[in-house]
DNA sequence: GAGTTTGAAACT
DNA sequence: CAGTTTCAAACTC
């Protein structure tokens, strides 16, 4: 009966696609690592559970989980990604450019498609974890992993030179050996910001899992802390058993204090993360990464240094960037070790740029630096000097600012420190203070009260689209934003030019959600109309862009030719440049930044990132739905049309950075990745809606 | 560093 | 919901 039954099913099944699908080296692969083999003509639902072998439990299960996390871990790189990414481009250094881009795109792409892409995602992600885990599912993953290396290998300089892809997959490799040695500060600090992919690394995965869903979907974190953790003896050791309480290794898996620290400070202290970026100031990082760099083996210091980087939080990013731009207004976390600990997530992002730099190219300027100036001058223009003078002051004279609080007693939304979900600590010049571990009970009560008023008061002001960085452009451009500010301000007299206006503070564009009498604000006026400025200076990059790209083309074949030390070649390339392009990551940062750091999620909502907060996030907010459909319909419309078209329509940010331009055919290879990712994207974009069922 | 300005948060 | 007050950051001098 079931025979009979199976087997015109899978005759049709089987035999027809089984052609179709015998082609595709996917299936190739699949059918050779499938121990179920050719055995019997398997029925139709065995021919395809064989194709989702490879990703069936482990994969479903993490990819899920993953793509918020990943998303997550990726969006940070993003930004710097990019910028390394055109750094790399520069100079001969495919390196950097090819890891990570790659990897950048493939999670975007993950994030946005469904089931290929979340294998690929999950490959991307999971390749570290699943090589250095055994225990972890292995050939089901490890064919992802070959081929994620094999694309990001491959797809770079690919034609160009083996030498770079191999330096690619090294790279990769490198990664994961940092991570292997694990107990070095700096592969740390890499696992610091992949924290979450770290859960996986947890023997027990659904343990892992929960967690993640947890993280993901409640904002409070400590959940997934008090969940028992799978821990490593030799990392706990280090936990400091900070604040407060709840000390159970959440993850004890994070191999370094500021993984776990990370991890450890709950809802709020997460956003003190975020927050708290922007704080962080040069000397910091330089002092982290030197610190990070000593602890590398001199050999490698240079690759451990760099290797941090890789996986940082965009936040740091992003706020790096804007803060070399813009004073941060929030101060600091919890205490100095927290600092620290953040200094390191944040280290590894400059560090990666500056080391890199550094190393490769001493000469060039600091990575900062170029942001500031390119990033956006125009913007910055009018009250550039003041900021600087005044992050300059924050930054020095204070380690990091903090709430000033007289009447308060830091229990209410004027106190930054209390808004943003932290406690106060010493730097803080608040009176009567009752923001304290001390005062625990006191502090969760009035937020719940507060709360209770107003659900997203703890929520970040500032909301960003999953894609900000498409999104902003987008927003820009043609919709009222991607990024938005909660609320909307309400300026009468600043014009939305000053940091009281918290769109402009929060780095996004005024919407039509503002009350604001006279906008002028740089990131987007209420009433639509973009930057102008913006666009001026859009048109001016698009020159150099175009120039650099013929340059990075000219590089290239000198690599080829080369084929060895990309680095040697940087230096007669000038990196500055190139960093040109990566003023849409200032921009970027801008509209991340500050605030509420996206991916992090803030700790009362569930903001999160991109695709995946959208659907969550959904539920509670609904600006964010807007700004998602807003953009899904708008995409397609951008692929569509010519790149540089976009670009100026659009946001320079990421749109930039994506668009692939139609400059020489060489070009093309680099930028095709680029086309590459956007093709992701298109397909994707059918697939983005159906993730967010809420909608 | 003190004083002023500003707009969000809180209150009525 | 609108108006007013309170508050602390942002800004100016």
């Keep these: 009966m079931d025979k009979s039954q199976k087997n015109p099913t899978s005759q049709i099944g089987t035999s027809t696609p089984k052609s179709k699908f015998e082609d595709s080296p996917v299936f190739n692969y699949i059918s050779n690592l499938s121990p179920i083999e050719s055995v019997k003509s398997i029925s139709t639902a065995q021919t395809f559970s064989s194709l989702s072998f490879t990703s069936p439990p482990p994969v479903f299960t993490s990819p899920h989980v993953i793509s918020h996390r990943e998303s997550r871990f990726f969006r940070c790189h993003n930004s710097v990604d990019r910028s390394k990414h055109l750094e790399s481009l520069d100079g001969s250094a495919v390196k950097g450019e090819v890891v990570v881009p790659l990897v950048e795109d493939l999670n975007k792409e993950a994030s946005l498609e469904d089931e290929e892409e979340t294998s690929v995602e999950t490959s991307s992600e999971l390749p570290q974890i699943l090589k250095f885990d055994s225990q972890t599912s292995e050939h089901s993953d490890s064919p992802c992993t070959e081929d994620v290396v094999i694309e990001a290998s491959s797809d770079p300089p690919r034609g160009d030179n083996g030498s770079s892809s191999e330096d690619v997959t090294m790279g990769l490799q490198n990664m ?244 943003a979900g932290v406690y106060c600590i010493e730097p803080c010049s608040c009176i009567d203070c009752f923001n304290k571990p001390i005062h625990e009970e006191t502090v969760l009560a009035t937020r719940k009260q507060i709360e209770s ?3 997203l008061a703890f929520a970040p002001k500032v909301i960003r689209n999953a894609d900000s960085i498409m999104e902003a452009s987008d927003d820009a451009s043609k919709t009222p934003a991607s990024a938005r500010h909660k609320r909307g301000c309400n300026c009468k007299k600043s014009n939305c030019m000053k940091k009281y206006c918290e769109c402009y503070q929060g780095g996004v564009g005024c919407s039509m959600n503002c009350r604001c009498e006279g906008c002028t604000n740089v990131f987007g006026r209420k009433d639509g109309s973009l930057l102008v400025i913006m666009e001026s200076k859009l048109e001016e990059n698009q020159e150099t862009y175009e120039k650099r790209i013929a340059k990075i083309q000219h590089n290239v074949e000198v690599s080829k030719e080369v084929e060895q030390n990309p680095s040697s070649d940087q230096p007669s390339t000038p990196l500055p440049p190139y960093r040109h392009l990566v003023v849409h990551q200032p921009f970027l940062s801008k509209n991340r930044l500050p605030p509420t750091q996206f991916f992090l999620g803030t700790g009362s909502s569930s903001f999160r990132k991109p695709n995946s907060d959208l659907a969550q996030s959904q539920n509670e907010k609904k600006p964010l739905e807007t700004v998602t459909e807003d953009k899904t319909e708008i995409m397609p419309e951008i692929l569509l049309n010519s790149p540089i078209a976009n670009i100026k329509a659009i946001s320079p940010n990421s749109k930039r950075v994506s668009p692939p331009q139609p400059g020489s055919s060489e070009s093309g290879s680099i930028l095709r990745r680029r086309g590459n990712g956007r093709k992701l994207i298109l397909r994707s974009i059918p697939a983005f809606p159906s993730l967010n069922p809420n909608q």
């Excluded at 694990?182 to 929960?210: K, Q």
């Excluded at 170029?370 to 020095?396: H, Y």
């Design 453 to 455: 008023r107003n659900p």
């Design 176 to 419: 994961l050996v940092v991570r292997e040695g694990n107990d070095t500060p700096g592969c740390g600090r890499l696992i610091s910001d992949a924290t979450e992919l770290l859960v996986f690394r947890s023997p027990n995965d659904s343990e892992a899992f929960r967690c993640l869903v947890d993280k993901i979907s409640s904002s409070e974190r400590r959940f997934c802390a008090g969940v028992k953790s799978t821990k490593r003896p030799d990392i706990n050791k280090d936990i400091p058993a900070n604040g407060s309480s709840n000390e159970n290794q959440p993850l004890a898996v994070l191999p370094t204090n500021e993984s776990v620290f990370n991890l450890h400070r709950g809802g709020m202290r997460r956003r003190c993360l975020d927050f708290e970026m922007p704080g962080k100031r040069k000397k910091d990082i330089v002092d982290d990464q030197q610190s990070v760099c000593d602890n590398n083996v001199a050999g490698e210091s240079s690759s451990s240094c760099v290797v941090p980087g890789i996986g940082l939080h965009l936040n740091a990013v992003a706020m790096s960037a804007k803060d070399s731009n813009i004073s941060v207004i929030h101060g600091y976390s919890i205490s100095g070790e927290i600092q620290k600990s953040f200094s390191g997530s944040t280290t590894p992002i400059q560090s990666q740029d500056t080391v890199q730099e550094t190393s490769d190219q001493a000469e060039n300027e600091p990575v900062e630096e170029v942001p500031k100036a390119l990033v956006f001058p125009e913007l910055n223009l009018g009250s550039l000097k003041k900021k600087m003078r005044k992050s300059e002051q924050a930054g020095e004279g204070e380690s990091c600012k903090r709430c000033n609080c007289k009447k308060s007693k830091c229990l209410k939304l004027y106190c930054e420190c209390f808004a």
